[in-house]
């Protein structure tokens, strides 16, 4: 009797030694409105089958779905990396991921197709540049996660700087302490020039799961929220084509110039079309020859067979778009090939050129960019930093119809400000368009 007390004894123990546990928990966004994309990390393989469990009520997680598995191998050590997507969303949703071997704890999220833009605005985080050390935003982040203060967060590039560091484990240690936002909320990204792990990105494209992940791998998407279109671009297949080729330029090119063709037909569904990337056209910082180096001039404007993106932004019509690299906050006038357009009492209304903000400067261990004292003609906001005062900050943004008919949506762009450990939020823009098929001249 005793040796089977003992026997269980130590079968108890080793079950609760050999438990899995699942880490990194994270959410994305696809095409399908009432579909969500989680992905999540082990450190060791499993013997089971990994699942996300979903349903209406915490106490009753009533679906399953199998993951997908990748043995994702980095400087010899293994991260076991889980996709799948729940589907056939309604409102509120509860779950938990992991198999057998350990479960998470149950997270939730609301179903994009659950948003109604006729009864409330889409909110928006954005911002881009933020690491382990130094992330002055996270806890904030977090804490306005937890509140309910956005719908969609946008990762303009520059995560955890870097995710390879340490063979990846101040990835790990960024992604663990992210989980109390990305489990609850999307979280999008966009690919840096420190995602570049020197292995073709390769920490980027397995820790996540954009849009058309088995085509694109992360680098260039799209996806429609509420009465915005979404565009995705990576300004890294520019920055390193002399390691990895023009290819990827062009493929990248026609793909968004078919995207935002459609995107353009779509405007009484989606009268917004915002993109997002990593390095900027502009800028006005003066410790840092970028603003003015044949990078930007690159990417806008294109070099040898590559294209530029510039052109395709205003021709179809791209109303905003957002930056990060430089570790600061700066907003322009709507501008296209250095031409200012500002004629109008409100050159933001029905703007005649894409409008674009830099909102780099959540936090990471290299500090701030500096403005120079002649900002670019068309900088219409910036924040001077001068030591000792740092200023750390993040970028909110609300698209709210007006309910009117013809309706007008409105955009309103503020940035949170963190000095001494507390935000403070500044209104810096509004926005609007009409209804109608070309907000563009």
Same mark, same amino acid.
């Given at each position: =009797?005793?040796?089977?007390?003992v026997g269980l004894?130590?079968l ?9 546990p ?7 966004? +696809?095409h399908?409105?009432?579909q ?15 699942? @996300?469990?979903?349903?209406?009520s915490?106490?009753?997680?009533t ?5 997908s ?5 980095? #400087? ?16 509120k949703t509860?779950?938990?991921?992991g198999?057998?071997?350990?479960w998470?704890q149950? &997270?939730?999220?609301? %179903? ?5 833009? %006729? ?6 985080? !954005? ?5 382990v050390?130094n992330?002055?935003? =996270? ?5 306005a996660?937890q ?18 560091s ?13 989980e109390?936002l990305? @489990?609850?909320?999307?979280?999008m990204?966009i690919?840096g020039n ?5 292995? +073709? ?9 954009m849009?058309d ?12 929220y509420?009465?915005?279109h ?15 080729? =023009? ?7 026609n793909?968004l ?7 353009d ?19 006005? #910082? ?9 990078? #930007?001039r690159?990417?806008r ?15 179809h019509g ?23 357009y +500002?004629?109008?009492a #409100?050159?933001y ?9 830099i909102s ?5 261990h ?16 910036? &924040? ?7 200023v ?13 008919a013809?309706?007008?949506?409105? /955009?309103?762009v503020k ?6 450990? /507390?935000?403070? %939020? ?6 609007? !368009? ?8």
């Open positions: =009797m005793w040796s089977c007390l004894l130590a108890g123990l080793f079950s609760r030694a050999a438990q899995i699942p880490e990194q928990v994270h959410l994305s966004l +696809n399908e409105p009432d969500m994309v989680v992905t999540w990390v082990t450190f060791k393989p499993l013997q089971t089958t990994p699942q @996300a469990r979903f349903g209406d915490p106490d009753y997680l679906n399953s779905v199998d993951a598995t990748t043995d994702f191998v980095f #400087n010899g050590t293994h991260r076991f990396i889980y996709r799948t997507t729940m589907t056939h969303l309604k409102g509860y779950y938990k991921v198999s057998k071997e350990g998470s149950t &997270f939730n999220f609301q %179903s994009r197709n659950s948003l109604s833009v %006729s009864q409330r605005p889409l909110k928006i985080c !954005v911002f881009g540049d933020l690491g050390i992330g002055q935003s =996270m806890p904030h982040l977090v804490n996660a509140n309910n203060e956005f719908d969609l967060v946008i990762h303009l590039g520059d995560i955890a700087y870097d995710l390879h340490e063979d990846g484990e101040r990835g790990d240690k960024y992604m663990r302490d992210l109390p990305a @489990a609850y909320i999307p979280y990204v690919a420190h995602e570049d792990d020197r292995k +073709n990105f390769s920490h980027y494209v397995n820790r996540f799961t849009p992940y088995d085509q694109f791998q992360n680098h260039f998407y799209s996806f429609d509420g009465p915005i979404f565009v995705g671009v990576s300004t890294e297949f520019y920055g390193y084509y002399y390691d990895y080729g =023009m290819e990827s330029v062009e493929t990248q090119y793909w110039n078919e995207d935002l063709k459609k995107a037909r779509r405007r009484d569904s989606t009268p917004w079309i915002i993109s997002y990337q990593h390095r900027p056209f502009y800028c006005s #910082n003066e410790n840092s020859k970028e603003c003015s180096a044949f990078e #930007n690159l990417i404007k294109g070099f040898l067979t590559m294209p530029g993106l510039e052109d395709l932004y205003t021709s791209v109303d905003l778009g957002f930056w990060g690299h430089e570790h600061s906050y700066e907003r322009f006038l709507p501008v296209s090939n250095r031409v200012i +500002n004629d109008t #409100n050159p209304d029905n703007a005649a050129a894409p409008i674009y903000v780099g400067s959540a936090g990471c290299s500090g701030h960019a500096w403005f120079d004292k002649k900002p670019v003609p068309f900088s219409a906001k910036h &924040f001077f930093r001068r030591r000792p005062i740092h750390f900050d993040y970028t909110c943004a609300t698209a709210t119809p007006s309910g009117k013809p309706p007008t949506h409105r /955009f309103a940035c949170v400000a963190i000095l001494g450990g /507390f935000a403070a %939020s500044l209104q810096l823009l509004r926005v609007a !368009v009409a209804h109608s098929s070309s907000f563009y001249s």
